[in-house]
């Protein structure tokens, strides 16, 4: 600290500290000999310590500050040597150091006056400190106390104008061709994924749940400074265009290129959120918002394509009902795992749940035997203990999220559907399969509307994770289901009321 930079208080304090040292025989002043100056001087530090209660007598008590001779010259006459610098003890120097950051804190002025010398020694000397808390004087305070005195504040001021420091251009430059960069594997990403939905799945739903995302990408885009981007695209110079891998450059399956880029497009969507904010303060937020958004969809596709896989040979799926089997449940089952069902359901809504347990564990023995699918209705509590392979709910019933938290991640979740609306969401959330319907009106169960032919020809338009046409089918109509657009059916009474359920089955 230059000695400039002290008040002429501040400079006197530190003089009769010099004072007292050499009085009483030190060898250097210290901050107990600064202390006893202030607290008998006339300054503010004397001025505040007196109005906190803090005076000589209980610093000598606490112990804080020892029996000292006072700063006047001796009696025979000033020391020849008082006129030299007189040297300050390694700790008296970090209470100036402290003393000045104190006072720069203000930021209004220059000088360290005589309270800013008090502040640094509450910090250096912990007992003093400890001293000063007690009596309503902790740094904070000093510092207030120093500001009401000196007329400044440290508060900082309220202002209208506030200026944005340029950033450097190198810099900035660096930061564009990191955007550039990462808009582009998005982009890319999106393009591969979309035309895998539209050309393999033939997905109409994803594919416009994928195009909207990229529009949106695209808008979020054009408010960055294109011209400024492609200024600065630099691609002889990416030192990452000759950085690769074997995998690279292998993709055993189009599963595994989806996989691939729908990661690409995500990690792009991340940097572009990240980088985002130091170009643009409304780019970052719907930057995240497109990431989630990609996220449900990369579910909804991959649900797709592992449902599809799993339900390949799925055709014609069996309510079973005992009370609507013409020979009970046990023969219906029998008869359309030999006709060729491939997945049945036990749907008993009346039962107590002892009876559907019993009831569910021979079904479920009948069906593991056959490698058919068993599929509890609506409860996926039951479906664990029996070990089935997954659950149906209804638009009323548990949704997918709480069915799937209670099966895990590996048994099916169907869905009942009766809008297109329905549908939709239903692959967004993740489900197995749906079933879709009522088609026409059954006698297992009533619907003030049905979703008819219509609905039918909608999903199949639209929707090619798994689906099973519902309600009221039979050998007379499954015709004009199947030019619906339908592939896969279920039913219940059909095949339950046949006298020979495998025939009605294999008829069907």
Known sequence: MIEQSLTSGAIRALENAAQIARNNGDGSTDPRHLLAALIDDESRAAEILQQHGVSRELLLERGILPELESAEPPAAGPDEDAAEPFPRSEELQQVLVEAREQAARVGRHAEVGTEYLLMGLAVVDGKFGDLLTEHGLDVAELRDEADEQSGFSSEPIEVDLHITQPRPEGERTDLLRVVDAAANRASEGLRVVEDYVRFVLDDEHLVEQLKSLRHDLSALLESLPTSQLLAARDTPQDVGTTISTTREFTRTSSGEIVRANFKRAQEALRTLEEFGKMLSSEIAEPMEQLRYRLYTIEKGVQQTVVSREKLSDCRVYLLATDELCHHGCGPAVHGAIEGGVSIVQLREKDWPDRRILEQGRRVREWTSRAGTLFIMNDRPDLAVIL??????????????????????????????????????????????????????????????????LEFVAQVAKEISLPWFAIGGITIENVSEVIEAGATRIAVCSEICNAEDPAAATREL
């Open 387 to 452: 070990g089935a392979d997954g659950v149906h709910v209804g638009q009323e019933e548990l949704s997918v999220r709480e069915a799937r938290r209670i099966l895990g991640p590996d048994r099916l979740v169907g869905v009942s559907t009766h809008t297109i609306e329905q549908a939709r969401q239903a692959v967004l959330d993740g489900a197995d399969y749906l079933g879709v319907g009522p088609v026409f009106s059954s006698s297992t169960k009533e619907f003030a509307d049905l979703a008819g």
